[in-house]
């Protein structure tokens, strides 16, 4: 099967700009997950979604970040205006189903540099 | 509140000799536990997971894991090392839908 796709691999801005990152998750899988991966560091949960809602985004700064996967499918995650410790790689997952005990599925991440 | 601790940021170990990575988690109830992978430049890979049943989990690449449920540790091994399983290990906890990463291990395995 493919797997989770996203794009671009690589992005450099200058701070206060805005940046925008796509994926495109296992096919059939209705739960989808960004993380932010700040380096020597764990991911971190940004938004999960389940099929078009959210379940939790809890951790995502909303005065900066939004997200969307307005067809239950591919999801769009994006910054404006970008802050100099916005600098991480952005991870997208997917799951089946959401439940506990699925394993993610994770695409190569878009790496974000900010100047 | 939920943690989960890798407190070793690198291990190194040669190769044909086993291998431990540990994590440790403190959470409120009985959570599932995993164990991913990352190589440079990519995303996380799946290795294994615990659910519930017998203490000691096999995975993928000849890895498994050992649950402690007193110790609240999930404790991944190898009998026996590659060069090829030098990468970046993270230890997850998964509980009432909510999942936390551990910082990451950086395993070297020297030839």
């Known amino acids: 099967e493919a797997g989770v796709a996203q794009s671009p691999r690589y992005k450099i801005i200058e701070k206060r700009q805005s940046v925008a990152f796509w994926c495109n998750p296992i096919?059939?899988?209705?739960?989808l997950y960004w993380y932010q991966q700040i380096l020597g560091q764990g991911p971190k949960l940004l938004i999960q979604?389940?099929?078009?809602?959210?379940?939790?985004d809890s951790q995502l700064p909303k005065d900066r970040f939004s997200a969307e996967r307005l067809k239950g499918v591919d999801s769009t995650l994006k910054i404006q205006p970008a802050k100099l410790e916005d600098s991480a790689v952005y991870l997208c997952?997917?799951?089946?189903?959401?439940?506990?005990?699925?394993?993610?599925?994770f695409g190569d991440g878009t790496r974000l540099s900010i100047l | 509140a939920q943690s989960v601790a890798q407190p070793e940021d690198q291990v190194n170990v040669a190769e044909g000799n086993p291998l431990t990575v540990k994590c440790t988690y403190s959470?409120?109830?009985?959570?599932?536990l995993f164990w991913y992978v990352q190589y440079p430049n990519r995303g996380l890979q799946f290795l294994l997971k615990?659910?519930?049943?017998?203490?000691l989990v096999k995975g993928s690449y000849g890895f498994e894991a050992e649950f402690n449920k007193s110790q609240t540790s999930f404790h991944l091994k190898k009998p026996s090392a590659l060069v090829s399983d030098s990468a970046l290990y993270f230890c997850?906890?998964?509980?009432?839908?909510?999942?936390?990463f551990g910082k990451g291990t950086r395993l070297h395995i020297l030839p």
């Open positions: 997850a906890v998964r509980l009432d839908d909510k999942i936390i």
């Open positions: 979604f389940q099929n078009n809602g959210v379940v939790d």
């Open positions: 959470v409120s109830g009985n959570p599932y």
């Open positions: 096919s059939g899988h209705a739960t």
């Open positions: 997952a997917s799951s089946l189903d959401g439940q506990n005990n699925q394993p993610q599925h």
């Open positions: 615990y659910i519930t049943g017998d203490n």
